[in-house]
């Protein structure tokens, strides 16, 4: 998240010598509260994720709210993309094309009004982490019906969405934002990150109060908040729907049960399908728990409302963010395992109502060869230690100062690599179409964050590149084998692999051959399909039928995606 500072600042870790398998070692001594087991469609999920601000601008007229200005330093102040604009790459089947089946944006909620001045610069919020107000879409990215209408859109497209939800802070202090009371916040001390009590209670800089989640007693609302709800001709009604929350699960009214309540009105009223969670190991592993059992509860009365809106009936869905996941022997932190080690204690977060976590350790171990890669990635998820639960991989992200490709001079095999590897992918926007990570005169963050430039789409070599994206993600949308199945090599070269998936009613299996010749070729299918199969090849769109143990495929390509036609 953008308060953390830059994990360019971290990179001191060789990337070649990342071990190769995701984790591995010792277990938690948490004790379990509801462990969960993955949905296989999570862990084959391609989730789009997006800087609201910097994906798309569909309303000119919501770029400046609050009097900001555009006097930031470089990629640090608001630009202008929203919701509508979001809204409108679904309707135009941006999406749909690419094979995405989630979406992942960043918060939408009210952000504080005024700026920071720190060492990277005069910075607005624009990236949604520094919250003023959990209960209103802030106007520089639209409105709750803008919002509405995403969701819903979504929705008929097939597509499921994750809110960013925050719990850890508020936004920092400035000229126009005065700090919450004390019984809600803590100013100190400064994160050292060497022990669970200075991972938790503390803040993550100098100038981002932390939310006492600990808190056991009740504290008031806020006289800012109150006053604010005034002036929006709304205190009444916030106040009854928390007198109601309360009433009916018996909380005490402590800063934690405030936001719970706040995010599921999210959940209920709109409908959302799951949240990412941000700065995870910064808050007591029990309140996302809460926050779970809660969203669960609000998911399910929006579904039972909204019948014929609904795209299913499964659960609500949580991924978090527990910086440094994945990354075996990266300075103290992860010290193997699915549990996070603090030094003095380590937390199962899968216990506590997480079903995946954010992969931070993709973008290394993807240097490693596809086999290797693959073959350990299928091993922790199958029989190893992450058996049961998920893994959500990138190779760029918002905040993570080591991207797999920083330069896009290995675009293709970037893309291979993520949308082929165990676990569920998630593109990080503009990805596919090889959206620059490195601007000039931008400082920390902010050089992963420009604004997408969709003229680059005229270029045929981006178009080229973009059609990749698509064949890999409409493979895996159409076979949850890719991302869910037992990985298995069946020839070293050519490269050529099977998944298979049989869980929870799912079952699917999948070839999948790269460095073929191109032209007229003929691909032995290994017994994992029999003579008669009528097979399609994702990649270049032909349909080819098992004969003789084998299929003909006549293309320009390298690669063929082999699957049943869905």
């Known amino acids: 998240m953008s ?39 999570w862990n084959n ?15 000119h007229a919501n770029d400046l709210a609050f009097s900001r200005q555009r006097d930031g330093a470089v ?68 409105t709750a019906a803008d919002l509405k209408a995403l969701v ?23 000229a126009l934002d005065a700090q919450w009371p004390d019984d809600w916040v803590r100013t100190g001390p400064t994160c050292l990150w060497n022990s669970f009590e200075l991972n938790v209670s503390c803040t993550l800089n100098d100038n981002l109060p932390d939310v006492l989640t600990e808190k056991d007693t009740a504290v008031s609302l806020p006289p800012f908040l109150l006053e604010k709800w005034a002036k929006e001709g709304r205190v009444e009604q916030e106040q009854q729907e928390l007198d109601a929350f309360f009433a009916r699960t018996g909380y005490a009214r402590t800063p934690r049960y405030y ?55 499964k659960d609500f869905f949580m991924v978090g963010e527990v910086m440094h996941f994945g990354i075996d022997g990266f300075g103290d932190t992860v010290k193997g395992g699915r549990a996070y080690d603090y030094g003095d204690k380590q937390v199962d977060f899968f216990d506590y109502g997480f079903e995946s976590l954010i992969n931070m350790g993709f973008a290394a171990h993807a240097h490693q060869s596809m086999e290797d890669l693959f073959s350990s990635y299928s091993r922790s998820l199958n029989g190893g230690p992450l058996e049961g639960h998920g893994v959500l991989n990138y190779i760029a992200s ?24 165990p676990g569920a992918a998630q593109i990080y926007y503009g990805d596919e179409i090889g959206r620059i990570l490195q601007v000039k005169k931008a400082t920390g963050d902010a050089v992963l964050r ?45 490269y050529i692999f099977k998944r298979t998936l049989d869980r929870k009613g799912h079952s699917d299996k ?33 349909s080819v039928t098992v004969k003789d143990g084998a299929v003909e495929v006549n293309s320009a390509y390298s690669m063929i995606l082999l699957g049943e036609s869905l």
């Open 3 to 41: 308060s953390y500072k830059f994990l360019s600042l971290l990179a001191t870790v060789t990337l070649l010598s990342t071990p190769v398998e995701i984790i591995a070692g010792t277990e938690s001594d948490s004790k379990p509260v509801t462990p969960t087991t993955i949905d296989p469609f």
């Open 45 to 59: 999920a391609t989730v789009y994720f997006m800087l609201t601000d910097r994906f798309n601008n569909g309303d």
């Open 75 to 142: 990629l640090r102040d608001f630009m202008g993309g929203d919701l509508k604009g979001i809204t409108e790459k679904i309707e135009e089947g941006y999406f749909s094309a690419l094979g995405v089946n989630v979406i992942w944006m960043t918060p939408f909620i009210e952000q504080i009004r005024g700026f920071i001045d720190d060492e990277w610069g005069k910075t607005y919020a624009y990236h949604g982490y520094w919250p003023r107000d959990w209960t209103r879409v802030d106007p520089n990215f639209g």
């Open 152 to 174: 819903d859109t979504a929705h008929r497209h097939g597509i499921r969405l994750l809110m960013d939800v925050i719990i850890n802070h508020t936004g920092p202090v400035t």
């Open 259 to 313: 936001i719970v309540k706040w995010l599921t009105d999210w959940v209920r009223d709109y409908g959302f399908d799951g949240f990412r969670v941000d700065t995870a190991k910064h808050v007591e592993a029990e309140v996302w728990q809460e926050l779970k059992q809660e969203s669960q509860l609000a998911l399910s009365e929006w579904k039972q409302n909204q019948a014929e809106q609904k795209l299913d009936d």
């Open 398 to 421: 918002h905040d993570d100062g080591a991207p797999f490709d920083p330069t896009r001079e290995r675009t293709f095999e970037a893309a291979t690599k993520l949308m082929l590897a």
């Open 450 to 494: 420009s604004f997408i430039d969709w003229d680059t789409l005229n270029d045929p070599r981006t178009q080229k590149l973009l059609q990749h994206w698509q064949k890999l993600g409409i493979f895996r949308q159409q076979h949850p084998a890719v991302g869910a199945g037992v990985h298995q090599q069946l020839k070293a070269v050519p």
């Open 510 to 542: 999948v070839l999948v051959a790269d460095g073929l010749s191109k032209g007229v070729k003929s691909l032995p299918v290994f017994d994992v399909f029999s003579d008669g199969t009528v097979l399609k090849d994702y990649y270049s769109g032909q």
